[in-house]
């Protein structure tokens, strides 16, 4: 969608190997959020942002850190990828209560 | 904290059959509620939501949705399907106050069959 994007599309890399995947976003939206999508367990929070180098922890957080040093970007890092992290992410904005979010194209990543 | 229980994981029904998504969550406060739609390897795109007021809500390609607070039921409906309705469909909560952190279902696979 317009307004966010998200890169890399896709990703291979091998267990143990940091990797960074980034969230831009053009809306100056307060909110962001890591989402990883998994079958059968819909989508599951990571991570996610309130503003400027204010973030907070999901359900799902273990193995995974973020950043947020500006209004557009946010950033997460897997420390030392595994196979349990071989999934869809997909990052989402939002300006508001109620508004819903927008989501990003998504992420495919495979850790071999 | 909230959780959402999608009661069909996958629904086939023929072109132009009525179609009805079942959704049900759980919440000790009041949350706003959602539906998105998810074409094969796109992202997530907002169909409705229910914030407040008529329990009826409209949203895009025709589909509707009921909230049913004594039921905790957020059902999705649509009158009459078409092949390109064939996709993903997750409902989903969020918290009035509070961070806007979304929870959502498992996800309702619908394929239309001509």
């Known amino acids: 969608d317009a307004g966010i994007t998200q890169s890399p599309r896709h990703k291979v890399t091998e267990t143990g190997t940091p990797v960074t995947l980034r969230c831009h976003q053009t809306e100056n939206h307060r909110y962001m959020y890591w989402y990883r999508q998994d079958p059968g367990h819909g989508l599951r929070l990571i991570h996610y942002s309130y503003g400027v180098k204010d973030t907070d922890k999901g359900e799902v957080s273990d193995g995974y850190s973020v950043s947020r040093s500006k209004t557009e970007d946010f950033l997460l890092t897997l420390e030392s990828a595994t196979s349990s992290q071989t999934s869809v992410y997909f990052c989402?904005?939002?300006?508001?209560?109620?508004?819903?979010?927008?989501f990003g194209s998504g992420t495919r990543l495979t850790v071999v | 904290a909230q959780s959402v229980t999608q009661l069909d994981s996958q629904v086939p029904v023929f072109e132009e059959a009525p179609v009805e998504l079942r959704c049900n969550y759980s919440s000790s406060v009041s949350v706003y509620l959602f539906w998105y739609v998810q074409y094969p390897n796109q992202g997530l795109q907002l169909l409705l939501k229910?914030?407040?007021?008529?329990?009826l809500v409209k949203g895009i390609n025709g589909f509707e949705a009921e909230f049913n607070k004594s039921q905790t039921s957020f059902h999705l409906r649509k009158p009459s399907v078409h092949i390109s309705d064939t996709a993903e469909y997750f409902c989903?909560?969020?918290?009035?106050?509070?961070?806007?952190?979304?929870?959502f279902g498992q996800g309702t696979r619908l394929t239309i069959n001509p």
């Open positions: 989903a909560v969020s918290e009035i106050q509070g961070a806007q952190k979304l929870v």
């Open positions: 229910y914030l407040s007021g008529s329990t």
């Open positions: 989402a904005i939002t300006q508001d209560r109620g508004h819903g979010y927008t």
